[in-house]
């Protein structure tokens, strides 16, 4: 008898965890991206999330069916200005749709921010190092509900203009359900990935490289000369003539529009020395028109800029040579 | 007899508290003050969308005068919505939400404007985007003493 109930003792347990596994099986799979590794500036390219559906339902509940809509989010530089230029549909055995992005008027009830400042805190910019994205989320116009067992395949198409700048950057992709919206501890039906690098060719300017360690970079990517801008000199990507120092300072050339000199800033004072961040990492903010001292009427365009020692001897500019790094105010 | 005197005392009572509340709700609603920023303010924090930069930049030197006459100047100079002085208002006298700073000789600046009290003190709260648009800045001042 003793043994009777004993062994009854682990049935329940085992019947216990299978139904645990059981219910907490159903949501989505992980997708798959399929995407070209480069596309044409200004031209439309076609990114393919490949995704399934796991429905399991307790079919004992009062209701076992599982009614949701279909979420779809994309991350993408600003600069494609995708809320007007992307069209992000699906296809399914259970219908076909072109879906609505959701407005910033809307807020994602989790998290109390708009939908695209909410998924940029849960998903933020993966493998990127420069933060110059936008997410933007979708969401399919139909309820679609699912019963016990009907597990489905899925492909989402996601179609945009790229923008015009040949750029160097990884994308981000979320698909989810409308019930369970950007929960933050929700994973089963939470999916999201960044794509491998994906290269804008055949625009304008210089490549502007998200993913790999900079030498040196200027943020925000977007801004003018009135803004406050932040120079990073990262001394561990490589080793440079001024690696041995932790006095290191900007020497700076504004250029306007005519390609002339307005102005230099080269000072090796506490004006132009960056900070030590730690790391061999070194940061200098500054006011591009204070740097330079420009008068109200003149506007800078660009500027050309390298960094040196104490003595200005040393110089570290692009590609780790004496040639300066360029950077240009735009706001596109 | 004498618990009658009782009752009607305690409702006497009672009636003038009721009535003296009244009036002092009324006239709290009604009492809200016309907001003066006139004074010299100084920055305590700056954010570049979303991201500190008060420890990062030198903001000491840099003030905005609001004259009681409607002018206001300022004294250094750093990334704002203005860079030479004129004339301000306030586009609600008693609720602002908009600062407008008009620099002589050119077009008025719309600035997001709120009036908080933190620790005790006023601030002057400015959002602003001097360079680009998607570039925005959030200027906390409080008043010099």
């Given amino acids: ?332 | 007899m004498k618990r009658k005197k009782y009752i009607i005392f305690y409702l006497l009572f009672a009636v003038l508290t009721i009535a003296s509340c009244k009036s002092e709700i009324a006239d709290t609603i009604t009492d809200e003050t016309v907001k003066d920023i006139s004074g010299t303010w100084k920055v305590v924090s700056l954010t570049r969308n979303g991201e500190s930069l008060t420890q990062r930049i030198d903001l000491s030197k840099f003030k905005v005068i609001f004259k009681s006459d409607g002018t206001y100047t300022l004294e250094d100079k750093l990334a704002f919505a203005v860079s030479d002085p004129g004339t301000y208002n306030l586009n609600d006298p008693q609720y602002p939400y908009s600062l407008i700073l008009t620099p002589t000789g050119k077009d008025a600046e719309k600035i997001s404007f709120q009036y908080p009290i933190i620790e005790g003190k006023r601030q002057l709260s400015l959002t602003i985007s001097p360079g680009c648009t998607g570039n925005i800045y959030q200027y906390n001042f409080v008043k010099e003493n």
């Fill in chain 1, 1 to 332: 008898m003793k043994r009777f109930i004993k062994n009854a003792r682990y049935l329940y347990l085992l019947i216990g965890v299978a139904v645990v596994i059981f219910l907490t099986q159903c949501g989505l799979n992980p997708f798959s991206i399929e995407m070209a590794a480069s596309g044409n500036a200004n031209e439309v390219s076609t990114f393919l999330l490949h995704g399934s559906t796991m429905s399991r339902i307790d079919n004992n509940q009062a209701n076992p069916t599982y009614a949701t809509r279909l979420l779809v989010g994309i991350m993408v530089p600003k600069s494609w200005n995708a809320k007007q230029q992307a069209v992000v549909s699906f296809t399914s055995p259970k219908g076909d749709e072109t879906m609505t992005l959701i407005p910033d008027s809307e807020i994602e009830p989790v998290s109390g921010q708009n939908w695209s400042a909410a998924a940029k805190k849960r998903f933020g910019i993966g493998p990127n190092l420069v933060d110059d994205f936008e997410w933007l989320i979708y969401r399919s116009t139909k309820v679609y509900t699912f019963v016990n067992n009907e597990d489905i395949n899925f492909d989402v198409k996601v179609s945009c203009k790229l923008g015009p700048e040949n750029m160097l950057v990884k994308l981000g992709f979320y698909i989810g359900s409308s019930r369970e919206n950007l929960r933050p501890d929700d994973t089963d039906y939470t999916k999201f990935a960044f794509s491998n690098q994906f290269e804008v060719t055949n625009g304008t300017g210089e490549l502007i490289d998200f993913i790999n360690p900079q030498l040196s970079k200027i943020e925000p990517v977007k801004s003018l000369d009135n803004d406050i801008v932040t120079f990073t000199f990262d001394s561990g990507v490589t080793n440079t003539s001024l690696s041995d120092t932790d006095d290191i300072y900007l020497c700076a050339t504004a250029y306007d529009a005519m390609n002339a000199v307005i102005a230099e800033s080269c000072e090796r004072t506490a004006k132009n020395k960056l900070n030590a961040l730690g790391g061999k990492k070194y940061r200098i903010d500054a006011w591009p028109r204070g740097l330079f001292n420009i008068a109200p009427e003149v506007a800078i365009s660009r500027i050309e800029y390298y960094y040196t020692d104490v003595t200005g001897t040393k110089r570290v500019g692009y590609g780790n040579t004496a040639d300066p790094f360029r950077f240009t105010f735009s706001c596109n």
